[in-house]
C-alpha cells in the first residue's frame, strides 16, 4: 500500500477514482483544504449527544442494525447553533462530515498498478494539542464505502472546544490497496448519512 499525495488525489476525484460531495477548491488559497498527502473534511450541522442519565450497560455484542438503534435511543440529536457547541473536558458526542466521501468500484480501471483505492481519518494536530481525539480507533474508511463519515469526538483536554458546522476538523489520508477486494460491501454504514450511521431519506 502506499499514501497518495495531494496532486494524486485531485487526479483521482477528477477521474472519478474518489467522489468528495461537495467538491473540495483545488484552488491554491489560505482556506486550501488539501495539505502535502491529505484533504480536509469539514464538520457538519448535526451532533449525536448521549443523555446524562444513562443508567444501563451497553452490550458490544449487539448484532448488526442493533447499534444504531441503540444509539438513537440513548442519544439526542441537535443541530449545532450558530454561536457554536460547546464539548466540555470529558465529554463525548457523535458528528458527521459535511462532505459525503466514496472509494466506488471501477471494473478495467487500473492506476498505480491498484484498482482499489481506501482511507483513514484522522484528525488535524493542531487540534490535538487541546485535547481534541478525532474518530479515534476507527479511522478505516474502506473500499466501496460511500456515505457520510461518522467522527467519534471526545474533549480530553483542559478547556471547553467549541465546534462551529463546517469547520475543518479532520483530515482524509487516502491509500492504495494491493489486490482486488471481493464483493463483500463495505459494512454496516454503507450509505450512512447521520451520525448514529443509520440512512435518513430526508437527509439525501
Given at each position: ?14 477521474n ?24 480536509q ?37 441537535i ?5 457554536g ?65 461518522t ?39 454503507q ?14
Amino acid at each position: 500500500m502506499s499514501v497518495l499525495s495531494n496532486t494524486t488525489i485531485k487526479e483521482c476525484i477528477n477521474n472519478g477514482r474518489i467522489i468528495i460531495e461537495p467538491k473540495p477548491s483545488f484552488e491554491a488559497t489560505d482556506n486550501c483544504p488539501f495539505d502535502p498527502c491529505s484533504v480536509q473534511l469539514h464538520i457538519g450541522d448535526k451532533l449525536q449527544i448521549p443523555r446524562d442519565d444513562l443508567k444501563l450497560a451497553f452490550d458490544l455484542s449487539l448484532p448488526k442494525g442493533k447499534l444504531t438503534e441503540t444509539l438513537d435511543m440513548i442519544s439526542e440529536t441537535i443541530t449545532i447553533p450558530k454561536s457554536g457547541y460547546i464539548l466540555e473536558p470529558g465529554k463525548f458526542c457523535l458528528a458527521q462530515t459535511l462532505e459525503r466521501v466514496s472509494f466506488p468500484r471501477l471494473e478495467g480501471n487500473t492506476f498505480q498498478s491498484a484498482k482499489a483505492l481506501a482511507g483513514r481519518i484522522e484528525g488535524r494536530s493542531s487540534f490535538a494539542r487541546t485535547g481534541l481525539f478525532v474518530h479515534f480507533t476507527a479511522p478505516t474508511i474502506h473500499f466501496e464505502f460511500d456515505g457520510t463519515i461518522t467522527l467519534e469526538l471526545l474533549n480530553h483536554g483542559p478547556m471547553p472546544l467549541v465546534l462551529r458546522p463546517k469547520l475543518a476538523i479532520c483530515q482524509l489520508i487516502v491509500e492504495t490497496v494491493r489486490g482486488l477486494p471481493d464483493a463483500e460491501g463495505s459494512g454496516q454504514f454503507q450509505n450512512q448519512n447521520t451520525p448514529s450511521g443509520t440512512v435518513d431519506p430526508k437527509s439525501k
